[in-house]
């Protein structure tokens, strides 16, 4: 069958007893509108879900997968070991668009420096003092007996428990004195980018979280520009009634014709009606992912009215309010006190704080018992100070957890909230901006595609029923 010539499912001329204009005037911008909405919204699911990869094997697919086209190779489609499946364009690349964003984000707001500045460092070592206060008796008392059980057996009771009432009574000291430590040291010991990065490469849903939480009204605006597929669905209309009412076919179908020169009719009908009907609304499926995209991310700054109809993008509109969103996701869940004593405790530099602690227990220990140790010395010749000042550095550390309490994470997250708002706050619009569309604009061609092809197929579904 000719598909020129295909009619629907249903006579809707017959049905309803209006012309083929009418129907087409209300059914083709009804259904662009419908293309354009789909279109958008399942392009704003992709963009963040699912997190994870999720998909099933496939037999085969391993050997075909070499074999084609590096464009196709990279779409988030493929799993290791044959599997086809989807994941989300952001969390599937979570390291380079994390990596992006740290770099339009956290970047604008400062350095280690000044986060770990905005701390209540003196709250924190408090913190951690409280947590180990009930243990560090016990615990000085295990230390020196495992290395030196003959030398504190053999030292009088009073002067032990000097010693121990001396160390209980000048732990908030020390651990305040080790966190200023670090302060001094912290551009050396964590590196914010890598920190973040990390983080966020191994929990790619909080990357999805932190921009679907900054840039929620934007999403949801990107979902219902796509009705403006109705708009562009009106000349589509018009385009395939004026084909309908010209030419040959018209003739014989009776009825109203459309006067038209010869070689106007030709290059008319030159494109099948069916054809027609599927690039067009393939078209307004990419158009309307477009105007979404532009709309939300461009202008940065007021631009003129004949040069963009919406003067300034709605991410840099909402900036005041967006910045403190964004902070706040930044604050709960990368820039916590947690992923801060991970990093330097566990982190590339780990090995670097654990030494600067030791150093400052050192120095600490030799103020606080040195009377002890000098007494020791003279009695019992050779004493490995150093041997005990790295394992009280390491009984020190495994109080760390003490510092994720609720209340004291919550009050130092609070404080580096009201400071990075401030600071996204005073970033030029356009800079804002590229935060979040740093992270859209490496796949914008894919959901383009994707709005083509949904296009394509809302298109075919009007064709099967109101024909071509």
């Known amino acids: 069958m000719d598909l020129a010539a295909t009619s629907g499912l249903i006579d809707w001329e017959h049905l309803t007893g209006q012309s083929k204009f009418v129907i087409d005037i209300i059914s083709v911008p009804i259904f662009s509108a419908i293309a354009g909405l789909i279109t958008n919204w399942t392009g704003v699911i992709m963009l963040f879900s699912p997190a994870r990869f999720t998909g099933f094997r496939v037999p085969g697919l391993t050997r075909l997968f070499p074999i084609l086209p590096r464009k196709v190779q990279i779409l988030p489609i493929f799993a290791p070991g044959g599997v086809l499946g989807f994941q989300g364009f952001v969390p599937c690349r979570a390291e380079k668009m994390a990596s992006l964003f740290v770099d339009t984000s956290i970047s604008q707001i400062g350095s280690i420096s000044d986060f770990y500045s905005e701390l209540d460092i003196d709250q924190l070592a408090d913190g951690l003092a409280v947590a180990a206060q009930p243990d560090v008796k016990r615990l000085a008392t295990e230390i020196v007996e495992t290395r030196h059980p003959q030398l504190w057996r053999s030292l009088p009771e009073s002067m032990r428990q000097d010693a121990l009432n001396d160390i209980e009574r000048e732990l908030p000291t020390i651990s305040r004195r080790a966190f200023h430590k670090i302060g001094e040291h912290i551009d050396q010991l964590l590196d914010i980018k890598l920190m973040a990065v990390s983080y966020m490469r191994r929990e790619p849903e909080v990357l999805k979280e932190i921009l679907m939480g900054m840039a929620a009204p934007e999403l949801r605006f990107m979902v219902r520009v796509g009705a403006l597929g109705f708009v562009f669905g009106i000349p589509l209309a018009l385009y395939l009634s004026l084909m309908h009412y010209t030419g040959p ?160 994470t919550q009050a ?18 356009t800079k804002f901006g590229e935060m979040l569309y740093a992270a859209v604009e490496q796949d914008a061609w894919l959901l383009y595609v994707h709005g083509g092809l949904l296009g394509v197929l809302v298109g075919a579904f009007h064709i099967l029923i109101f024909g071509a």
């Open 412 to 429: 130092q997250a609070k404080r580096i909230e009201e400071f990075s708002t401030e600071k996204l706050r005073q970033v030029p619009p």
């Open 249 to 408: 076919e018209a003739v014989e179908r009776g009825g109203t014709v459309i006067p038209m020169p010869e070689w106007a009719v030709s290059v008319l009908h030159f494109v099948p009606a069916w054809f027609t009907v599927l690039a067009g609304a393939a078209l307004i499926g990419v158009i309307v992912n477009i105007i979404a995209v532009k709309v939300v991310f461009e202008p940065g700054e007021p631009q003129p009215r004949y040069k963009y109809l919406w003067k300034q993008s709605k991410v840099a509109r909402r900036q005041h309010e967006a910045a403190a969103d964004l902070a706040h996701q930044m604050a709960q869940k990368v820039l916590t006190v947690e992923n801060f004593a991970h990093e330097l405790l566990y982190g590339a530099s780990a090995d670097k704080t654990r030494y600067l602690i030791e150093q400052t227990v050192g120095e600490e220990a030799d103020r606080v018992i040195g009377p002890v140790m000098t007494l020791a010395r003279k009695s019992f010749g050779l004493v490995d100070v150093a041997g005990l000042e790295r394992r009280v550095a390491t009984e020190l550390l495994d109080f760390a957890p003490a510092l994720y309490e609720p209340e004291l």
